[in-house]
C-alpha cells in the first residue's frame, strides 16, 4: 500500500483523501486549527455548471452527478434552490455551453422574457438573455469537507491539524516525503492542495508554476423582502455581479479581483474595503434594481487562486516525479471538488480518466502561459 501525504485540507485535499483513502495510506496535513477554514470557507456555495470553460463544465458536470445521488455521510451538503445566469451584453453567449449542459440530461431554460417570474430579485434588470438552471443548488462546503474527510478516515486516513509543512525532501530527483516541524514524513507520494499557498511551495521546489491568489468580496445584507429560501441564486456573467438568499437577506459579490499573497501561517479572510462594497451597492443599482434599496451588514474577503488560463492544476508533476497536484481551482472548489479528487487519485492509481484529458490540466504547461493582464494590476474589477 503507496504512502500518500497531502498538504492542503480544503475542497480539493478532503476530496483527494476521500478518493485515495481506500486504497492508500492517507495523510492529510493541514497548518490550520481545523480542515476547510480557507478558500473553502469563503465562498457563496453556488453550484455553477454552466460555465465558459469546457474543462470546468466537465469537472462540475461530472460532481454533480455524484452530488445528485443519494450519499451516506453527505445529506446535509446540498440544497436544491435553482440558479439564474444573466447576460446584459447582447454580443456575449453561452450558447456552446448551454448546449452542452442540455447533452448532459441537465435543464436549462431560456427565461429572457419572464425573468422577474423565476427570480423576483431580477425585476427590472436590463438583461439581454437569462437562463434557468432549476438543477442548480447552494452546497455546505463545511459539510462537504467534512464528509470527505470522515469518509477518509473510516479508511485509515489520518488528518492533522495545527500541522504545517515546512518543506519537501527530494532524493535523487524524486519525491520522497515532507518536512513538518522536525520530522520527515515519508510518502510515495506528495500530493499538494493548499490552495493560495500552492505558488509559494512551488518557488520553494525552484519549480515555475505561476499561480495567483486573488481576493474576492463577499457582502451580507439585512433582511429583505425580496429574499426567500427557495429563491434560486442570481448570477449576471458579463457584468460581474452575484446575489443569493441568506438568512433572510443576501449574499452579494461585486466579482472584483485583486492581487493578495497570504501569509505563511493560516488565515486568509480579510475585511470588507469600502471601495468594493461601493462598487457593490453601484452594481446592485444599475444591474439589479430590485436589490437597490438593501443595506450591507457585513462582510469578508476570501482568496481564490488561479493560474494563468484559469484551469486548474491536477495530477503529476512533469519534472518531479512523486509530486501530483490538485490546486487553482479558483471559484468553482465547491461545485468541482468530487471530479478533481477523483481525476488527482484515479493518476495517482495509474489509470486513465475517460472524461478529462490529463494534457488539459497539466500542471507543467503553466509555464509557457503569460498571466493575463487582470492579474497585474493591485486591483482589477467586473465592470
Known sequence: MARVVIIGSGLAGASAAWHLAPRHDVWLFEHGDQPGAEASAQNAGMQRRLAH????????????????????????????VGGVVGLVDRATSLDAAVEDLRSAGLTVDDISHRVADVAPGLEGAPLARAFSLPDESLLDAHALVGGFLAGARTHGAIVKTRAPVDGVEITGGHVVGVWSGDTLHRADVVVIAAGAWSGRIARELGLDRPLFP??????????????????????????????RPEAGGWLCSPCDEALSEPARGPGSRGPVDPLHRAIAQDKLERLMPALADVRFAGGWTGLRTFAPDRRPLLGPDPQLPGLHWATALGGFGVTCAFAVGEAVATWIDGRDVPWLARREVDPGRVHELEAPSSFAGSVEMAR
Open 53 to 80: 470553460d469546457p474543462v470546468e463544465r466537465r469537472l462540475a458536470i461530472r460532481s454533480g452527478e455524484w452530488l445528485a445521488r443519494d450519499l451516506h455521510g453527505f445529506e446535509q451538503v446540498r440544497r436544491p
Open 214 to 243: 486573488l481576493a474576492r468580496h463577499l457582502l451580507f445584507t439585512d433582511p429583505h423582502p425580496t429574499s426567500a429560501a427557495t429563491h434560486p441564486w442570481c448570477w449576471l456573467d458579463d457584468a460581474g455581479i452575484y446575489a
